[in-house]
């Protein structure tokens, strides 16, 4: 699939050119690593949005200047009756040597630049959350090899190929994925007749590879419920898991502590049950036989 892309949006130049004359094309490898953070009764999960906390590399151009660039993000998915658009607000990362306050020890909020910490919160507040109840669930990681679409030397749209995965506890789950994307800048300053003939493109491209691979299923969920879904499938209780702050990997030895002593209480209680009854035994009256 990444040849096909490679193959037909980068080195097939009769195929880009009668999309539209300005088109060029590049491509790269990066990795990405996001941790998502929720409150503990899931509520962006259930509004299939998300805010992650969002580190890159660039494998193929590591003196790129947004290689090991940090964000912290809030993705909405539910700005517009498009299904197509979606709302990102991203803020800087500034990682305190020494933090004075419980605020900035917080997992998520010690993570934001000082300066945009009260902007982040209020943006999480406006849609229903409280940041202090929220935690770091699950981080997936994703290698993506992704081809730029640039018109007159401006981004201008990107495929993705992404290949994800995420773990909690023994439960792993793997995925790929491809993204065709508007690129946001763009598009949110097009006015809408440019708006209209970007998506126009889009359409094609994407009919372009489903064509190719008709297999594929359309799937707008977000990689954060995605891959919580599958973990779920493979430990039934983690929402209670989740409740209880212990999704981390040192909450599963908590967890095998807790049940551990759970066990040994359980055992100690029925041996003093069994010496118990062999005590009261002992110290029954002997009963007088007559003699012959």
Known sequence: MWAFLQDRLVRD????????????????EELFHDTHFDTPTLQLHAMRSGVRHRSRVNLTNPADRKSGRELMQIKRNDISANQLERGEIKFEIERQA???????RHPMLGLVK????????????????????????LTVRDVRR?????????????????????????????????????????????KPEKRAYMETVLHQVV??????????????????????DR?????????????????????MVNLALILALGLCAAAWVAW?????????????????????
Not at 13 to 27: C, I, R
Not at 98 to 104: C, I, L, Q, V
């Open 13 to 28: 130049v009769d195929y880009l050119h009668p999309l539209d004359p300005s088109f060029t094309s590049t491509w790269s």
């Open 98 to 104: 020494h933090p004075n306050s419980a605020e900035d």
């Open 114 to 137: 000082g300066e945009h910490r009260d902007l982040f919160k209020k943006r999480l507040a406006e849609i229903g959350l409280d940041p202090q109840a929220m935690k770091p669930i």
């Open 146 to 190: 992704r081809v730029y679409i640039l018109s007159d030397g401006k981004p201008f749209m990107s495929v993705s190929f992404d290949t994800a995965s995420s773990g909690i506890w023994w439960a792993k789950t793997e995925s790929c994925e491809i993204e065709p994307e508007l690129n946001e800048i763009g598009f949110t300053e097009a």
């Open 207 to 228: 009919g372009e590879i489903l064509t190719r691979f008709p297999e594929i299923k359309s799937d707008l969920s977000p990689k954060y419920n995605k891959a919580f």
């Open 231 to 251: 973990l779920e499938a493979q430990i039934p209780f983690l929402r209670s898991v989740v409740r209880l702050g212990m999704q981390a990997r040192g909450g």
């Open 272 to 292: 003093m049950e069994v010496k118990g009854l062999r005590s009261r035994s002992s110290r029954v009256a002997p009963v007088a036989v007559p003699s012959a």
